[in-house]
């Protein structure tokens, strides 16, 4: 009776401490991809215009470059659980001072701002943090699950900010109260995550280790278990990028209404991340491999493309189906990715500086594919589309190579261990 007591409150804890992590991940990226949500609002609130609100984002997205592999580094040397608090204040902190002092220029040093506490500071603390609550068996299920928790935290953090901005007669007015609707539950989540996270625990005095940052990056640049976790990321957050110009090509090329192909992105965006995740991250634990669950990612995705650039007249149902099994092969794999860290044999003290490295790589296509994409739409018109969906199957076929190499790696590593443990017993 006693253990089942036990059990019970660590199971309750778990689940406070996932939904306060997916609180925390959710609100640091509100602010600065806020135009992905409210775009003509925050532009009128800016008085931007369409190439400074994108020069925003690439100003932001190299916080991936340059903040995260030393904010991994950070958070495996020093306590990441204050790290982590701190990146919820400064963005409440961040976010108050942009609406007080909301211009563009402004705007600029606080996503600057934004890149420091989002990218460099709470992103790869939170994958460390989120790979400490339960052992390599059950690594899918708990990546799954926090996706899913990020997922419920987005939808609900957009109706607050909804709500404000209608209660204060929309416009700037009303833009300027989601924000800071914002701020205030930013606060408030910093006082929360203080309470519910652990702290980490303390090394003994035999196992510290001098601080040296240069030696701590070239071992974990020289381990081909960054890149391949890169690269994993890499295929996966690019189709998802790919996946975004899935709504102007129904309507563009398809002739489909933009009511229509606005319900199926909803669906894409927003039921996906509830579901995918979860999935593919019991099927992870269920096979015990995230790169296999990768690789049947990769496959049906380059089936699903292949398919759109030889069939042109594609019916309602079809695109629905289609929209949903790559949605959901999207979502699936964000469900896996951060599991390779695990199948590659990547230590605990150095996940937060592996996935710093890695993200750097695999969230490039921040830094240029819409760019890219987008000089192909002006210079080529309907026809990019076809240039788009060849490129994406090209990075999916590179995914399922770097998958396979992830097996190889595996079966290395386990028959390494197997002789050490051999070793020993004689």
């Known amino acids: ?63 991936n470059v340059f903040g995260a592999p030393i904010g991994g580094w950070v958070a495996d040397r020093f306590n990441y659980k204050i790290v982590y608090v701190l990146s919820v204040l400064l963005n ?57 928790c990020i997922g419920i935290f987005n939808i609900v953090f957009n109706m607050v900010m909804m709500f404000f901005y209608v ?29 519910v996270l652990d702290n980490p625990v303390k090394k003994g005095k035999d196992k510290e280790e001098k601080v040296n940052i240069i030696k701590d990056f070239k071992d974990v640049g020289k381990n081909p278990a960054t890149w391949l976790v890169a690269i994993s990321i890499f295929a996966v957050y690019s189709f998802l990028t790919t996946m975004s110009y899935f709504t102007p090509y129904f309507t563009d090329v398809l002739g489909v209404t933009v009511v229509f192909t606005g319900g199926i992105a909803i669906l894409r965006q927003h039921g996906m991340t509830l579901l995918g995740a979860p999935i593919g ?3 992870t634990d269920k096979i015990g491999s995230s790169a296999k669950v990768l690789m049947g990612v990769y496959v049906v995705g380059i089936l699903g493309l292949v398919y759109l650039l030889i069939v042109k007249n594609i ?9 949903i099994i790559l949605s959901a092969g999207v979502y699936i794999g964000r469900g896996s990715y951060y599991v390779t860290i695990t199948e590659c044999g990547v230590s605990r003290d150095k996940t937060a500086s592996t996935i710093g490295i890695a993200a750097a790589v695999g969230f490039s296509p921040d830094l240029f594919q819409f760019v890219l994409f987008g000089h192909w739409l002006d210079k080529y018109g309907n026809t990019a589309y076809s ?21 190889k790696l595996k079966k290395k590593n386990q028959a390494s261990q197997t002789i050490m443990e051999t070793t020993e017993q004689i």
């Open 315 to 323: 019916t309602a149902p079809i695109i629905i189906a289609l929209t």
């Open 281 to 283: 991250g019991f099927l």
């Open 167 to 195: 209660k204060f007669m929309e416009g700037i007015s009303g833009m300027k109260a989601a924000i800071i609707s914002i701020a205030v539950l930013s606060f408030v989540l910093t006082i929360i995550a203080w309470f």
């Open 1 to 63: 009776m006693k253990n089942e007591k036990v059990k019970e409150t660590k199971s309750i804890k778990l689940i406070i401490t996932l939904l306060t992590l997916g609180a925390c991940w959710s609100i640091v990226y509100i602010i600065p991809f806020i135009q992905y949500i409210w775009y003509d609002p925050f532009q009128e609130f800016l008085g931007s215009s369409n190439t400074q609100m994108g020069l925003l984002i690439t100003i932001y997205g190299f916080g």
């Open 387 to 407: 240039y788009m969906f060849t490129f994406q199957a090209i990075v999916l076929v590179i995914g399922f190579i770097a998958a396979v190499l992830i097996l």
């Open 92 to 148: 409440g902190v961040f976010s108050l001072g942009f609406v007080l002092y909301p211009s563009y220029g402004f705007a600029i040093l606080m996503w600057i701002g934004f890149a420091i506490s989002s990218l460099f500071m709470n992103y790869p603390t939170h994958i460390k943090i989120v790979r400490s609550l339960t052992t390599d068996e059950n690594q899918g299920k708990i990546f799954g699950f926090n996706e899913t």
